[in-house]
């Protein structure tokens, strides 16, 4: 009876562990920062750098089945910061096993405007007295101005030093979309079909930054990349 319940015991644990899922940390990893970085990817358009710090465990046993991570509000901050926490829904077949709060470093690579002399409060940049230096951009991601914005009229709110990184939130530039002003939205599926519809922009922005706005008919809430005057591409 004893060797019995024995052979009985052997046969379930067998079947248990046949039914799991054991991840490694070092996969885990791997597959979380594909899906961080493409997440982080609707962000903006530089080139980024994804490390996951560390993981609270060596190994993760989970159900068998199809693994899918979800971020949890990982697209409604815009900022891209150099030291983030990120937490992840680990589903299993659609359900819900765990949630983790994964720590990650960012670098995102892009251009950068520096002044190439001194300029004083109250003058316009122009290609004269700025140059483009690709940099890190994390931590300043939502204060660049960029190259394209020299087509602007953009006055100085602050005197800049020969080297200093010009900072948005230090000069004043003319906007291509205007808070509660009419827009057009343009959604792009992966399946290159695109549709327009009728939109309010909820905060101002100019071409190559990231705003939201709502669409008219059925009050649906967006966040898309400027792409023209009054013109904001989201992908959906």
Request: positive net charge; charged residues 25%; hydrophobic residues 40%.
């Amino acid at each position: 009876m004893k060797k019995l319940l024995g052979i009985i015991l052997i046969l379930i644990i067998s079947m248990t562990s046949a039914s799991a899922n054991v991840i490694s940390s070092d996969m885990m990893k791997k597959d979380l920062q594909e899906v961080i970085l493409q997440n982080y990817s609707n962000k903006t358009d530089a080139n980024l750098e994804i490390k996951i710090t560390m993981l609270p465990f060596q190994n993760l046993v989970l159900p068998d089945g199809h693994i899918r991570y979800e971020l949890i509000n990982g697209e409604n901050n815009a900022q891209l910061t150099s030291r983030e926490i990120i937490r992840v829904n680990i589903y299993v077949n659609n359900t819900l096993q765990r949630t983790l709060s994964v720590p990650i470093e960012v670098k995102a690579y892009g251009n950068i405007l520096i002044a190439t002399s001194d300029i004083p409060r109250n003058q316009p940049l122009n290609q004269f007295n700025v140059k483009v230096k690709r940099t890190n951009i994390a931590d300043k991601s939502s204060f660049i101005v960029t190259k394209e914005m020299l087509n602007k009229e953009i006055i100085t709110k602050k005197d800049f030093k020969e080297g200093e990184f010009i900072d948005k939130r230090f000069v004043k530039v003319r906007p291509d979309v205007v808070r509660n002003s009419d827009v057009r939205i343009i959604l792009n599926s992966n399946d290159a079909f695109q549709i327009a519809i009728d939109g309010v922009a909820q905060s101002d922005g100019v071409i190559g930054e990231y705003v939201t706005v709502e669409n008219k008919a059925y009050k649906r809430v967006y966040r898309g990349k400027i792409i023209g005057e009054n013109q904001v591409l989201v992908n959906i």
